[in-house]
């Protein structure tokens, strides 16, 4: 796996907590969205124009393309995840998933040194590959 798919992964992985936040924060952009104030003081009105503003918010969120982007990040994880062994959610746990306020650990070589999974060094990193091929897998990044 390249080192830049590798990289990307990772961030969606510390992302992931965050998914709600993002879906509902992009869906107010989608229901607000900023308009130009018209400055043009002549010409008229157009009379008897259908208002059609809440379809069109409608098939902009269905059609949004950051927003399907997340959910479809989203479920890859979610998925590969739920398949996971517990030594390698016990590393996402730890690693990603905590805030980095929070966290005692920095790497996986922290967490197999003071047993936090039982795994040697080396097994651990092969856990952790095979779960970030999945994950690339699953989102179409691997080729």
């Known amino acids: 796996m390249r080192k830049q798919t590798k990289g990307y992964i990772e961030s969606l992985l510390e992302d992931y ?3 709600y936040d993002y879906v509902k924060q992009r869906e107010y952009e989608l229901r607000h969205p ?3 104030v018209d400055e043009n003081v002549g010409g008229g009105k157009a009379q008897f124009k259908k208002n059609d503003v809440q379809d069109r918010i409608l098939i902009t969120i269905e059609e949004d393309r ?3 982007n997340l959910r479809r990040e989203h479920y890859a994880i979610k998925t590969c995840y739920d398949e996971a062994s517990s030594e390698v959610r016990k590393i996402v746990d730890e690693l990603y998933f905590k805030s980095p306020r929070l966290r005692k650990y920095h790497s996986i070589y922290d967490l197999c040194d003071f047993k936090v999974i039982k795994l040697s060094r080396p097994s651990a990193y092969n856990y952790w590959n095979k779960f970030l091929q999945e994950i690339a897998d699953e ?3 691997r080729y």
Do not use: F, Q, S, V
């Open 139 to 141: 989102l179409g990044l």
């Open 17 to 19: 907590p965050k998914y």
């Open 34 to 36: 900023y308009i130009p």
């Open 66 to 68: 950051r927003l399907n």
